[in-house]
């Protein structure tokens, strides 16, 4: 008799890490904020309340969406993390953070969800934004310079981030390709 039972049902296929999310309550706070603050803002004239509650609370959504995704879902999602710190001189200086490789493996998934969003999120403000032009609607029309800006930064974050990455990884195959090569050429006697 085997010491472990089987995770799967007789006949079922397989569970792969592929066919599910690795972090499914991550993925769920970066959808969750993203909609409620795109819901709340479409239709915030059906709730009756003053522009002042609108704001604080579609302002509050971006807010936690950016934090979620800067800190959390990025991280868990892609295995990446971003952040921008003043210098001395009072320059910006971008701080990259990425998975060494072999830690972990992202799931495709997750990445997939990560970064359709996180390109998806700015267009659909900079539509909406379209809308408040056209209807006028100009004191809402802030909220969505706010929701662009935090998203975008976002975007320009990560975009950096995974860029550094791939050259970081570039440059450790490179080495261990030089070296190999070397070792090859100048090892044999």
Same mark, same amino acid.
């Not at 799967?8 to 890490?17: K, L, N, V």
């Not at 700015?122 to 379209?130: I, N, Y």
């Given at each position: 008799?085997p010491?472990?039972?089987?995770?799967?049902?007789?006949?079922?296929?397989?569970?792969?890490?592929?066919?599910?999310?690795?972090?499914?309550?991550?993925?769920?706070?970066?959808?969750?904020?993203?909609?409620?603050?795109?819901?709340?803002?479409?239709?915030?004239?059906?709730?009756?309340?003053? #522009?002042?509650?609108?704001?604080?609370?579609?302002?509050?959504?971006?807010?936690?969406?950016?934090?979620?995704?800067?800190?959390?879902?990025?991280?868990?999602?892609?295995?990446l993390?971003?952040?921008?710190?003043?210098?001395?001189?009072?320059?910006?200086?971008?701080?990259?953070?990425?998975?060494?490789?072999?830690?972990?493996?992202?799931?495709?998934?997750?990445?997939?969800?990560?970064?359709?969003?996180?390109?998806?999120?700015?267009?659909?403000?900079?539509?909406?934004?379209?809308?408040?032009?056209?209807?006028?609607?100009?004191d809402?029309?802030?909220?969505?310079?706010?929701?662009?800006?935090?998203?975008?930064?976002?975007?320009?974050g990560?975009?950096?981030?995974?860029?550094?990455?791939?050259?970081?990884?570039?440059?450790? #195959?490179?080495?261990?390709?030089?070296?190999?090569?070397?070792?090859?050429?100048?090892?044999?006697?």
């Amino acid at each position: 008799m085997p010491d472990t039972l089987p995770t799967t049902a007789p006949g079922a296929p397989a569970a792969s890490s592929e066919q599910a999310y690795a972090h499914p309550v991550a993925a769920f706070f970066l959808m969750f904020f993203k909609a409620a603050a795109v819901f709340i803002y479409i239709f915030c004239g059906w709730f009756g309340t003053d #522009f002042v509650i609108n704001f604080c609370v579609i302002t509050f959504l971006l807010v936690c969406d950016f934090w979620t995704v800067k800190n959390v879902s990025g991280r868990l999602m892609v295995g990446l993390r971003w952040w921008n710190e003043v210098s001395e001189s009072g320059g910006s200086d971008w701080k990259f953070e990425s998975l060494e490789e072999g830690q972990r493996a992202v799931n495709k998934k997750d990445s997939f969800v990560f970064w359709t969003l996180l390109y998806a999120t700015p267009a659909v403000w900079c539509v909406l934004g379209l809308v408040a032009i056209l209807k006028l609607n100009i004191d809402y029309l802030l909220l969505v310079i706010i929701a662009v800006l935090l998203s975008a930064a976002n975007l320009m974050g990560y975009i950096k981030c995974s860029k550094a990455a791939q050259s970081q990884i570039k440059g450790k #195959f490179n080495s261990l390709f030089a070296s190999g090569l070397k070792a090859y050429m100048f090892g044999r006697s």
